[in-house]
C-alpha cells in the first residue's frame, strides 16, 4: 500500500520525522505510538497526501507521488480522521455523505451507503441529527463513518480514543476491523493511549523525536509467546522474562516504567526478572527522571529525582533493572 | 427649492441599480479570488494579497480618473462611448469594490478552522469543491464582505461624479445630488437625500442578514 524511502519533514527549519524506510501493507493494521511531539500526526499527514515531505519519496501501491497533482488522485484513496475532527454544517447523514457527493455519487447512493457506513459503528441512530448537536465520542465515531463511506484504501486514524469512552472506543475498533473484513483496507492509528490500539493492532511503529525506536517511553515488546502458561519465559533481545499469562502466540509486552526498581546490587526480592545493564539517558520529567537502562534491550524506569541522588545513579552507571512478573502486562 | 418627488425617486433608483449591480459583479469576480488567496499555498500568494489590501486604500477619485481616461474620447476604450454614462459608474465602483470583496473573502477562510479545508481535501474533494466547504463554513464573514463592497459602492461620491458628470436624469445618483446640493447651500435638500441613503442602506442590509440567518443549523 504506502511504501516510504528517506522521508523527512521539517517544519521551520526543525525536523519533526525522518523515516529511513516504512512499508504498509494493503490489509495492516498499523498502531504508531509514541508521546506528544513525536512526529505521530506529521507521519498520518503525510500519508494522507495533506502536505508534501521535504525529502524522500512516498510511494502509493508501488507509485511515487510526488506532484500536487498526484497528490491530490492520491488523496481520493486516502483517509484522514483528525484527533478532533470537524464536522460540516448540517446533519450527520450529510456528513457521512459527503465524500461520496464530492466524487460525483447521486444523492441517494450516498445517502444509502452513509447510512451503511455509520451502521458499521452502530451510530445509524444518529442520522438526522444535527453535526453541532452531538457529543466527543459520537463526533468521532461519525467522522469515522465519513471516512469508511468513501471506501478508502487506508483509513488513518489520529489519537481516536482522546474523546471516546472505553465502551465507545471498543464499538470504533470493532466497527473497523467489520469494515476491515468487507474489503482490503489498510488502518494506521496514532495514539498515546495504548492499551486498545495493541489489542487490535498487528504491527507497532513507535516514534521518538521524529524516529522509529525499538522501544518506546513505555518499554514495549513485541513478542512471540510460547504458550502452556500461566508462568512463560519470554527473550527480550538477551533479557530472558517471566510473564504470567494464559495466551499463545503473537502479543505485545509492556512494563510500566514506574514498575520498574533500580539497584546497584542484584536484589533479593520478590521481582523475578531482573536486567544488568548501563545507564545510557537520564530525562527529567516533572518530579521524577526517567532513566533509560541498557541492558541488550532498552529499558525506561520512572523514579523520583531523590532516588536518583541517594543512588548515585548518572549515565554509564552500572545497575540493575527490576520488575516483578505480574508486572508485566501482555496485550 | 426642492426637487420633484419622481427626480429624486429616479436618483435614488439609479444609485441602488448601480450598487446592487457593481456589488454583484465585483463580489462574483472578487470572491472566488478571496476563496483562491485564502486556500491555496503557491509562489507569490503573499505578494498578491499584499496588493490587494493595498488597492483597499486606493482613494475613490484616483479609481475615478483612472476609469476617466480609459473610457474618455482618446483613450484605450473610448470607443465604447460609455463615459459619462451610469454604466461607467458601475465600471469604476467594481474597480473599488472589487478589492475589499478579494480581501475580506481571503481573510474570512484564513480565518476560518485550518480543520475544514483538510477534512474536505481528506476526503476527496479538489480545490474549488473545498475552497467552496470553507466558504460554506464561513460564510457569515463572507457576507460581511458583501456588506462592506456595497457599503462602499452606495456611498461612494468620487467616482461617481468624475466618471459619471452627475448629470441630471443620466447620471445622478444620491452621493451626487447631496454635493450638488450642498454646494448649492440647499442643506434641507442635503440632508433629505442623505437620509433616502441612509434608509437604502438600512433596508439592503437587512435583507443581506436575513439571508445569512437562513439555514442556520
Known sequence: MFELALVRQAYGGRTVLMLDALRIERDARLAIVGPNGSGKSTLLRLLAFLEAPLGGTIALEGRPVRTARERRRARARVTLVEQRPFLFRGTVLENVAWGLRARGVSAMQAHSRALEALALLHSDALAGRGARALSEGEVQRVAVARGLATAPDALLLDEPASGADRAALHALYAGI???????????????????????????????????PSCVTPENLFRVELPGGGPMQTVLLGPLAVDVVTDRAGPATLAIPPDEIVLSAEPLRSSARNAMPGRIVRVAEQGGAVRVTVDGGVELVALITRRSLEELGLTVGAAVYASFKSVAVRVF | MTWPHAEVAGIAALSLRVALLATAVACALGIPVGLWLGTTAFRGR???????????????????????LLLSRHGPLGGLGLLFTWPAIVVAEVVLAFPIAAALSAAAVQAAD??????????????????????????????????????????????????????????????????????????????????????????????????QGRGDV
Do not use: K
Request: aromatic letters at 4%.
Open chain 2, 46 to 68: 503573499r505578494a498578491l494579497l499584499l496588493a490587494v489590501n493595498t488597492l483597499l486604500a486606493v482613494p475613490t477619485v484616483v479609481v475615478g480618473l483612472a476609469i476617466y
Open chain 2, 114 to 211: 485550518p480543520r475544514i479545508h483538510r477534512t474536505a481535501l481528506t476526503l476527496g474533494a479538489g480545490p474549488v469543491r473545498a475552497a467552496f466547504a470553507v466558504a460554506r463554513e464561513a460564510r457569515l464573514a463572507l457576507g460581511a464582505a458583501v456588506v462592506v463592497a456595497f457599503a462602499r459602492v452606495l456611498s461612494e461620491v468620487g467616482a461617481a461624479m468624475i466618471v459619471g458628470g452627475n448629470i441630471r436624469h443620466q447620471t445622478r445618483t444620491l452621493t451626487t445630488a447631496v454635493a450638488l446640493a450642498t454646494s448649492q447651500g440647499n442643506f434641507a435638500l442635503a440632508i433629505a437625500l442623505g437620509l433616502v441613503l441612509l434608509a437604502l442602506a438600512l433596508t439592503v442590509n437587512a435583507l443581506i442578514l436575513m439571508l
Open chain 1, 177 to 211: 476491523t467489520a469494515a476491515q473484513a468487507r474489503r482490503p483496507m489498510a488502518v494506521c492509528v496514532a495514539s498515546h493511549l495504548l492499551e486498545d490500539a495493541y489489542r487490535w493492532a498487528d504491527r507497532i511503529l513507535a516514534l521518538h523525536d521524529g524516529a
